[in-house]
């Protein structure tokens, strides 16, 4: 079979892979695509540092979706990196891969390799503890000071719970058929192999198979093997002609019990890439296999750990079993090839790794509107140059304003059209470093998100029907928030801000990743500073779909429903009470949790026959939407003392905002269809003004502001599209229910409640004054209007002014009295 085919398997939310060389166009065409499809949609690749800033230099064609849709981490070794590994983990299960093939598109489909699986349906089993140990092995090459990197593995994490409690196999374990695996690989002091050889202490091996494509010079390792083993007899095979190989150094005490097999594929023209060793005794075939060739380099020896980077995978199996597996019955039957009339191909010169290697020029990775350079240890950044490369590594007219070092990276603000795909640095002395892939953060954590699954996808097929707004909604908005949640798991706990740490290669450092909503805004530039760019919150996440579908409806951003997106958390949409005191009632939390006494909703006199279905429609819609209500009303605040509110209860409150405002009217006119039940006046408890303010007291009122609780990433350099978004839903709201209740006797009571609650609103959200002109505030402001303004009588002049002078009366209040 050819090892691509089998990436098309659903189940797992993470691939890691790791390589020696790399081919782009392979990768993405032949293993991305399959991964995606199948629902895999974080995906990591490492690979040798040299081999990557070779494929990166010379390919005519360069990566596509590189920092984009996967990562790729550049890993160094004494000699060079080296494993063959392709680790997918799922929410319970996981998969490993030990081969000998590199991703390019020889290794995935042209050469003979050989690979072996390792499934993981019990987390006891020993299967487990193997998986456990090469994600440990992997891990240690992983820079979690890059942003990307720590956001993919920590996505990682949430999902593979399981695994956190599963030791790493330290040597052999017994596996689920009972027989023995080992995983083996070089970050120890102890060699390769030399733990392969321990396996064999005091077994008596009647025969050696060993096969390699490459070999050392004096054959150092092989003659390790024939020495410590002492088989009765041992098969090389060799793919004569193609292979380099020196029949002479076999040691002169074995010569005679070496059979060199002139090995070739089925189709000739393949290269014989796989590397196996197999010591066979009476009861059973031991087998090591995966990246390592037979060298001093790969195996190491019994005091040299090996320079390489290399994994493999040791199973102790039936006597025959593994010659059966890789078909070897002919070969070992074949006429050996006599020492003498070898033919050996000629050595191939040497790459240059080391020296390829020297012009790695570090990490970058791209946030919005800022460029971060990690440059290698040793290197002065103020006498180099960067230089930005498009996707065809043509050059960039963008520009780039130095700000400063921070964690021993330097930031940089990006002005200008495009964002980068790739960056080189241009030395003091004129030489160019090799180019290096910028990651584009946000679309990796826009694109690293769950798989559909049939809940999901149940969820978002219900939204892709709905044409207007109603309840069915919100209903919409907690299956898609539990669904995700029942696959990611707990949120991480907030991590307040932390001075600067040093980058700890592979180390799970855990400063500046989750921050309040103060902590947040206090060290974000106001919009007016910068460049527009959406900033989504909700990326990564299915309930994007439900922000686009608000815009949509409001003709604002985005026109289709983004509908592959992930990551939220759960709580039943609830809501509750309200009250009916002055300005202080907004500390108190007193007002909006009372329903009104005085004023009772009177009973509808019986409408003729034929109208009697209407009417009973429309009540029960009211009812509806006024339950609705008073359970977010009660859910939010116990939701502030739990967990804190998240960008998923944002949009929560801005879907209500919306179903409310599609569902009032002025009262005055008949109403224009069934959903139109909340009358502005006439039944206070049951009007939309008094609906709308219990709704943002919940958020913004009381004892404990629950706004207060609200946590987001701090990824993000500026208030991200979708909270500015609910910010202005919110000043939309408020401002409509004081321009409608100031004209209106029976809401007095509650007007100063109405004012303070407005105050509170413009003071939490933490916008300057010149912030409130931002055009994506602006925007969202029209279309509310346009969109509800004529069925409620709203003057959007009056709403726009009264914004206007709110924002210049309580923002510059609180600007002069938090002045020294």
Not at 97 to 120: F, K, R
Not at 355 to 368: D, K, L, M, N, Q
Not at 481 to 503: K, L, Y
Not at 678 to 707: H, Q, T
Request: proline fraction near 4%.
């Amino acid at each position: 079979m050819k090892l691509y085919e089998i990436f098309g398997k659903s189940g797992f939310h993470t691939t890691i892979a790791t390589s020696f060389g790399i081919d782009f166009g392979a990768y993405e065409n032949m293993m991305l695509s399959r991964l995606r499809g199948a629902g895999c949609n974080n995906n990591l690749i490492v690979v040798d540092a040299g081999m990557l800033s070779l494929a990166l230099e010379g390919i005519p064609e360069p990566p596509h979706q590189a920092g984009l849709k996967y990562t790729v981490t550049p890993a160094s070794a004494k000699g060079v990196f080296h494993p063959k590994l392709i680790l997918q983990l799922g929410q319970s299960s996981a998969r490993l891969i030990v081969s000998s093939a590199n991703i390019t598109a020889a290794g995935l489909a042209g050469n003979l390799e050989v690979a072996g699986m390792i499934e993981v349906e019990d987390k006891k089993a020993g299967e487990a503890r193997l998986v456990a140990a090469s994600l440990s092995f992997i891990s240690t090459f992983f820079d979690q000071s890059l942003k990307g990197t720590y956001h993919q593995l920590s996505w990682m994490h949430a999902r593979t719970s399981w695994l956190h409690s599963v030791e790493p196999a330290e040597g052999i374990v017994k596996l689920s058929d009972g027989s023995d695996g080992a995983f083996f690989c070089s970050n120890r002091q102890t060699s390769i192999a030399t733990r392969f050889l321990n396996c064999l202490d005091g077994k008596k091996i009647h025969r050696l198979i060993v096969i390699s494509p490459y070999w050392d010079d004096d054959l150092s390792s092989l003659n390790l093997m024939l020495a410590k083993m002492s088989p009765s007899e041992a098969y090389l095979l060799l793919d004569q002609g193609r292979q380099v190989f020196s029949p002479e150094k076999i040691a002169h005490d074995f010569k005679k019990r070496v059979k060199l097999i002139d090995f070739k594929a089925k189709n000739e023209s393949r290269f014989i890439h796989a590397k196996v060793i197999i010591a066979q005794t009476n009861k059973q075939d031991h087998v090591l296999y995966g990246s390592a060739n037979c060298t001093r380099a790969a195996l190491g020896n019994e005091r040299f750990g090996g320079s390489n980077a290399e994994a493999c995978l040791y199973r102790a199996l039936p006597s025959g079993a593994a010659i059966n597996a890789l078909g070897l019955e002919d070969e070992l039957k074949a006429e050996p090839i006599s020492h003498r009339g070898f033919q050996s191909a000629v050595s191939p010169p040497d790459i240059p790794l080391n020296e390829i290697a020297a012009r790695f020029p570090g990490h970058f990775t791209c946030i919005y509107e800022k460029l971060i350079w990690s440059p290698p240890h040793g290197t002065d950044p103020a006498k180099n140059d960067i230089e930005l490369l498009d996707k065809d590594k043509a050059p960039m007219t963008l520009a780039l304003k130095r700000i400063g070092m921070i964690d021993d990276a330097v930031h940089f603000q990006l002005s200008g059209p495009g964002r980068p795909a790739f960056a080189r640095v241009r030395r003091c002395d004129g030489s160019l470093s090799a180019p290096a892939i910028v990651v584009i953060l946000e679309e990796l954590r826009d694109a690293v998100k769950d798989a559909r699954n049939r809940r999901i996808e149940a969820a978002l097929a219900q939204l892709e029907e709905e044409t207007d707004l109603g309840l069915s909604l919100l209903e919409i908005l907690d299956e898609l928030e539990a669904a995700e949640m029942a696959i990611s798991g707990e949120d991480q706990p907030m991590v307040r801000r932390q001075g600067a740490s040093g980058r700890k290669g592979s180390e799970h450092t855990e400063t500046n990743r989750k921050l309040s909503y103060e902590q947040f805004i206090s060290g974000r530039r106001l919009r007016s500073e910068i460049e527009e760019r959406n900033q989504n919150g909700l990326a990564g996440s299915h309930l994007s779909s439900i922000r686009s579908f608000l815009n949509r409806l409001l003709d604002i951003g985005e026109t289709k429903l983004a509908a592959e997106e992930a990551a939220a958390e759960i709580n039943a949409f609830n809501l509750g009470d309200e009250t009916s005191c002055a300005e202080d009632a907004i500390e108190s939390g007193e007002d909006f949790n009372n329903p009104s006494s005085e004023q009772k909703p009177s009973a509808k006199a019986p409408e003729e026959l034929s109208k009697m279905c209407v009417a009973e429609q429309r009540q029960a819609t009211r009812e509806q939407i006024i339950s609705a209500v008073e359970n977010l009303v009660l859910a939010i605040p116990e939701k502030a003392r739990s967990k804190g509110l998240r960008c998923s209860d944002l949009l929560r409150l801005r879907a209500i905002i919306m179903i409310l405002s599609r569902a009032a009217w002025n009262g005055a006119t008949p109403p224009k269809n069934s959903l139109q039940v909340l009358p502005m006046a006439g039944d206070v408890d049951a009007g939309w003004p008094r609906l709308l303010g219990k709704v943002l007291f919940a958020y913004f009122g009381g004892n404990r502001i629950a706004i207060h609780t609200l946590v987001l990433d701090d990824f993000y350099d500026q208030i991200p599209d979708d909270i500015l978004e609910c910010w202005a839903s919110c000043i939309w709201a408020i401002q409509a229910i004081i321009v409608t209740t100031t004209r209106l006797k029976e809401y007095e009571s509650l007007s100063r409640s109405f004012e303070g609650l407005r105050d509170s609103i413009y003071r939490l959200i933490g916008l300057q004054q010149e912030d409130m002109q931002d055009k994506r505030i602006i925007r969202v402001l029209n279309a509310l209007s346009s969109r509800f303004g004529n069925d409620l009588d709203l003057d959007y002049g009056l709403i726009e002014a009264a914004h206007q002078h709110t924002a210049l009366t309580v923002l510059k209040h609180k600007v002069t009295a938090n002045k020294p």
